[in-house]
């Protein structure tokens, strides 16, 4: 499922956007919270012309208009809601699940690698050489880039059941002959093969220290992910999915062409990772086509989750990736730099996600069916990739002055070798 290329957030210093701006202001978006991990920066010189009991005003204000976001979610789950995710499952057989391709009409793992039943000994032997030759010149960020799509494919089991938490979509009893069961049995069988090729193209490639990969694979699956939704409630999930998806596939695509031009040439892996792009945009289709059918039948209720969970940012599931050497995330804010410099997932692209999104769903186009809430969850979604871009460019620039003062980085998974990067 995923290579996570996503928070970047964090490392392009994206503002949390809490929703405690003064009354008259968007309440999705504060002014005052600038680049820094979520962090709130205060504006000193105004803040020192406020008097205690105005900032003491403002921040009762503004932590009564969080508890009022967070407990707006329930809201998803009553009787009507769940009655429509119901009424869907005719149009769910129609429209979805007809993006998954028969098992028999399927590309497995041994139709990418060398498979020694069907070359024989001596034809295996020849075939893993030409393998390993063409490793050999994919550069280190690469190769670390490329633990990470693996070890997140292969963090497989988190994720259907993240999905089964969903009230109505889910598979209660794991052969639940519903088309939402179904799509999630079958998304989860066709995600299953991404790890598999993966892992062994690594294993015979000879270039990764297998056994400090396998126990990040454990450690991942052990430690879970930070979904940063209301875990029971379909449209925020489906959002998140969609945007998932997309991030997946724009990841091992670009793998697949970097690692497939001159001076890296590894044609054996840029095809995997193309194939495996190419599935993930399937699934990206199927979870678009969900979300476009909630955003027509009951707008309100979309684009307010969608705000949701950009406000809340879209956090994907290598947050807790973990070397063995690194506690909390700092692992991830190194690979989150590497990623940076090797191209596989650069700042603009989440900003570019959330753009085709707003276009895919008509966000900027709404207009009738529309509460306050839900009108100011449309501007703020409207107004997002503009500050977002303005972001990119300031830290674009300080990347540019602090490229003289690279951070060296062991990675245990490529044999304790070092990646110069710029760290956040």
């Not at 449209?235 to 998806?245: A, P, R, S």
Request: proline residues 6%; neutral net charge; charged residues 25%.
């Amino acid at each position: 499922m995923a290579l996570a290329a996503a928070t970047l957030l964090r490392f392009i210093g994206y503002p949390a956007c809490k929703p405690n701006a003064p009354a008259g202001r968007n309440r999705y978006c504060n002014p005052h919270t600038t680049a820094g991990n979520g962090v709130i920066a205060i504006n000193r010189s105004s803040w020192r012309c406020r008097n205690r009991a105005t900032a003491s005003r403002e921040v009762t204000a503004a932590a009564g208009r969080r508890r009022d976001k967070e407990d707006e979610w329930p809201s998803y789950l009553t009787p009507e809601r769940l009655d429509l995710l119901r009424e869907m499952e005719p149009w769910v057989e129609e429209h979805v699940l007809t993006l998954l391709k028969p098992v028999e009409a399927s590309w497995q793992p041994s139709d990418m690698l060398p498979d020694p039943a069907a070359l024989g000994s001596d034809g295996f032997h020849a075939a893993c050489l030409e393998l390993r030759a063409g490793a050999a010149e994919v550069p280190d960020e690469l190769l670390v880039c490329l633990v990470a799509n693996m070890v997140t494919e292969e963090a497989l089991p988190t994720y259907p059941s993240g999905l089964n938490r969903f009230e109505v979509v889910r598979d209660t009893t794991g052969a639940d002959p519903t088309p939402w069961a179904r799509w999630i049995r079958g998304w989860s069988a066709e995600e299953n093969r991404h790890g598999d090729v993966l892992n062994r193209y690594m294993h015979l490639s000879g270039r990764f220290d297998m056994r400090e990969v396998e126990r990040t694979v454990q450690r991942l699956i052990r430690d879970g992910m930070s979904f940063h939704a209301p875990v029971r409630s379909p449209y925020h999930g489906f959002v998140y999915l969609t945007f998932q998806e997309r991030a997946t596939a724009i990841a091992h695509g670009n793998t697949a062409r970097l690692v497939g031009a001159p001076g890296a040439a590894d044609a054996a892996l840029a095809r995997i990772c193309g194939t495996v792009a190419a599935d993930e945009k399937r699934h990206e289709a199927a979870y678009t086509r969900i979300m476009g059918k909630l955003f027509e039948v009951e707008p309100d209720a979309a684009v307010r989750a969608m705000a949701y969970m950009m406000h809340h940012r879209i956090d994907m599931p290598t947050g807790f990736i973990n070397d063995g050497r690194h506690s909390g995330r700092d692992f991830y804010d190194r690979f989150i730099a590497i990623a940076q410099l090797a191209g596989t997932y650069t700042v603009s692209d989440y900003r570019s996600i959330l753009e085709h999104l707003i276009g895919q769903w008509g966000v900027k186009e709404l207009a009738s069916g529309l509460s306050g809430e839900g009108r100011r969850a449309r501007d703020y979604l409207c107004a997002l990739p503009n500050k977002m871009q303005r972001m990119e460019e300031k830290v674009m620039e300080t990347a540019v002055k602090a490229k003289t003062k690279p951070t060296p980085i062991p990675i245990n998974w490529i044999f304790d070798r070092t990646v110069s990067v710029v760290l956040p």
